[in-house]
C-alpha cells in the first residue's frame, strides 16, 4: 500500500491525509441504500455534506485540497441514492447552501460554484455580474424575509464588503466596509435588523504557507454591529478581547442590545469554547460570557430561529482536539442554552459523528420538533452511516441509519435540502 493510498494510516502522514480524514480517490453512484429502522415519509430531500478531498491523495493541509460533494437521497421512506462529486476546476471545498433554486458549493477565498442536483458541476456563479469576488462560506438565509446574507473579502481596501441578496437571488444590496487589514472572518451573524462582522486579531500573513494565518498581537479585536441595509457610515463597533471565532451558533436582538453566541477561542489553533457576547447599542458597551467549557464546533440551530432568539444548538464536541489541528474522538451534543443542559449522542469510541444538519418537520418552528441528519464516520476504516435522530429525544436510538457503499471522509459543513413544496 503505497503512502498517497486513500485508506493509508501511518504515524509519518499528517492528520488530514489518514484515518477517517483520508481522501478517496473515486466518484461513484449507487442506488438503493440499505436502511436500518424508518426513514421518516416527511423527509424528501437530499443531504449534501461538502469537504476537501485530494485527487493525489495529497495536500498541505486539510483546507487546501479540491472540495468533494457526498450526497444521500431520501424519498418515499427509502434512500435513493448516494453519489460524491468533486467540484469541477475549484477548491470550493467548505459548504453548501440552497437559494433561490440554486445549490451552491461554497469556500471563502472563491466564488460560489452552482451545481446540479445531482451534483454535478454546473460552473462559477456571480449573481449575474453583482459578485465581484470571493465569498464567504458561511451565508445566511433570513427565515422571515427569505433573502441571502453574505460578505466577501480582499487584499485592498476596504477589505470587506456586504451584501444582501433577495428572496429571488437578486442583489439588492452592496455596501463596501472599510476595515483595517483582510483578517480570518470566516463566519458571521444576523438578526432580524443588523449584520456582526468579526474583525479579530487572526491576519494573513506567508501566502506561501499551507495555512497563511498568523497572530498579531498589535490588531485590535472589534465585532461591528451594521443595520442590514446600512453602509460605512452606519457600522457600530465594539471592542472585545482578543480571540478568534470559528463559527457562530446564532444572534438575536433583546430590546437594544443585540446578542450573540460563538464558538470562541483565545489564540489560533487553541481549544474553543461556546460563548455569549452583548453588544448594548444605547451604551457603546459590549460584555462577554461563558456558555460551555467543553470544546465544541460546527454548532447549529433550527432554520426558523436563525436571526432570532433561540434556546437549543446542536453541535459537535472535538474530545482530544491537537495542536496541528487533529483529532480523533467526537460526540454529537444538543445544548439547551436556557438550562444549561447538554444531551449527548455518543456513537461510541469506533465512531466520529460529524456535523448535525437540521431537518425541521413541516410546518413546524419548535426547536426540537425536528430531525438531526449526520454522517457518522468509522474509525476502522469501515463503511460511513448517514443517521437520522429525533431531534426531541435526541440521546435515544436512531430514527433510521442508512450503510453508504463506502467510506466518506470525515469532512466539514452539510446541509438537508428538502424538496420544493408542491
Not at 491525509?17 to 438503493?32: K, Y
Not at 490588531?219 to 482578543?242: I, S, T
Not at 413541516?362 to 454522517?375: K, T
Not at 431531534?391 to 435540502?417: D, I, K
Amino acid at each position: 500500500m503505497s503512502n498517497t493510498d486513500a485508506t493509508t494510516t501511518t504515524d509519518s502522514l499528517p492528520f488530514h491525509l489518514a484515518g477517517v480524514f483520508a481522501p478517496v480517490r473515486e466518484e461513484r453512484t449507487d442506488l438503493d441504500l440499505e436502511v436500518f429502522g424508518e426513514i421518516p415519509a416527511e423527509l424528501r430531500g437530499t443531504y449534501v455534506r461538502n469537504g476537501p478531498n485530494s485527487r493525489t491523495g495529497w495536500s498541505p493541509s486539510w483546507f487546501a485540497a479540491e472540495g468533494m460533494l457526498h450526497g444521500v437521497r431520501l424519498e418515499d421512506g427509502r434512500a435513493r441514492w448516494y453519489r460524491n462529486r468533486w467540484i469541477a476546476g475549484v477548491y470550493a471545498n467548505t459548504s453548501v447552501i440552497r437559494h433561490a433554486g440554486r445549490t451552491l458549493a461554497l469556500v471563502e477565498a472563491m466564488p460560489p460554484v452552482e451545481v446540479t442536483g445531482d451534483l454535478e458541476t454546473v460552473g462559477t456563479y456571480d449573481f449575474g455580474g453583482a459578485l465581484g469576488g470571493p465569498m464567504t462560506a458561511h451565508p445566511k438565509i433570513c427565515p422571515r424575509t427569505g433573502e441571502l446574507l453574505f460578505f466577501s473579502q480582499g487584499h485592498s481596501r476596504p477589505h470587506l464588503t456586504y451584501y444582501r441578496a433577495d428572496a429571488a437571488g437578486r442583489v439588492v444590496h452592496r455596501a463596501p466596509i472599510d476595515v483595517p487589514a483582510m483578517t480570518f472572518m470566516h463566519d458571521f451573524a444576523i438578526t432580524e435588523r443588523y449584520v456582526l462582522f468579526y474583525v479579530l486579531p487572526v491576519v494573513f500573513g506567508d501566502a506561501r504557507s499551507a495555512v497563511p494565518l498568523r497572530w498579531d498581537d498589535d490588531f485590535p479585536a472589534r465585532v461591528g454591529v451594521l443595520p442590514r441595509d446600512g453602509g460605512n457610515e452606519d457600522m457600530r463597533w465594539f471592542d472585545v478581547a482578543p480571540c478568534t471565532i470559528s463559527h457562530t451558533v446564532n444572534a438575536f436582538e433583546d430590546g437594544t442590545t443585540v446578542v450573540l453566541d460563538a464558538v470562541r477561542a483565545p489564540r489560533i489553533m487553541a481549544p474553543h469554547a461556546l460563548h455569549r457576547f452583548t453588544f448594548d447599542l444605547s451604551s457603546g458597551r459590549a460584555a462577554e460570557s461563558e456558555l460551555d467549557p467543553r470544546f465544541l464546533d460546527f454548532p447549529r440551530v433550527h432554520p426558523a430561529v436563525v436571526g432570532a432568539r433561540h434556546r437549543r444548538a446542536y453541535t459537535t464536541e472535538l474530545c482530544d482536539f491537537r495542536p496541528d489541528g487533529g483529532f480523533s474522538r467526537t460526540i454529537a451534543r444538543q445544548l439547551d442554552l436556557e438550562t444549561g443542559a447538554a444531551i449527548a449522542h455518543d456513537f461510541g469510541d469506533a465512531a466520529m459523528p460529524g456535523e448535525c444538519a437540521i431537518a425541521p418537520r413541516p410546518g413546524s418552528a419548535a426547536e426540537d420538533d425536528a430531525w438531526v441528519i449526520l454522517f457518522v464516520h468509522r474509525r476502522d476504516g469501515s463503511a460511513t452511516e448517514l443517521v437520522i435522530l429525533d431531534a426531541s429525544r435526541f440521546a435515544s436510538p436512531p430514527v433510521a441509519r442508512v450503510r453508504l457503499p463506502c467510506r466518506v471522509p470525515f469532512g466539514l459543513h452539510g446541509e438537508w435540502l428538502p424538496d420544493a413544496a408542491a
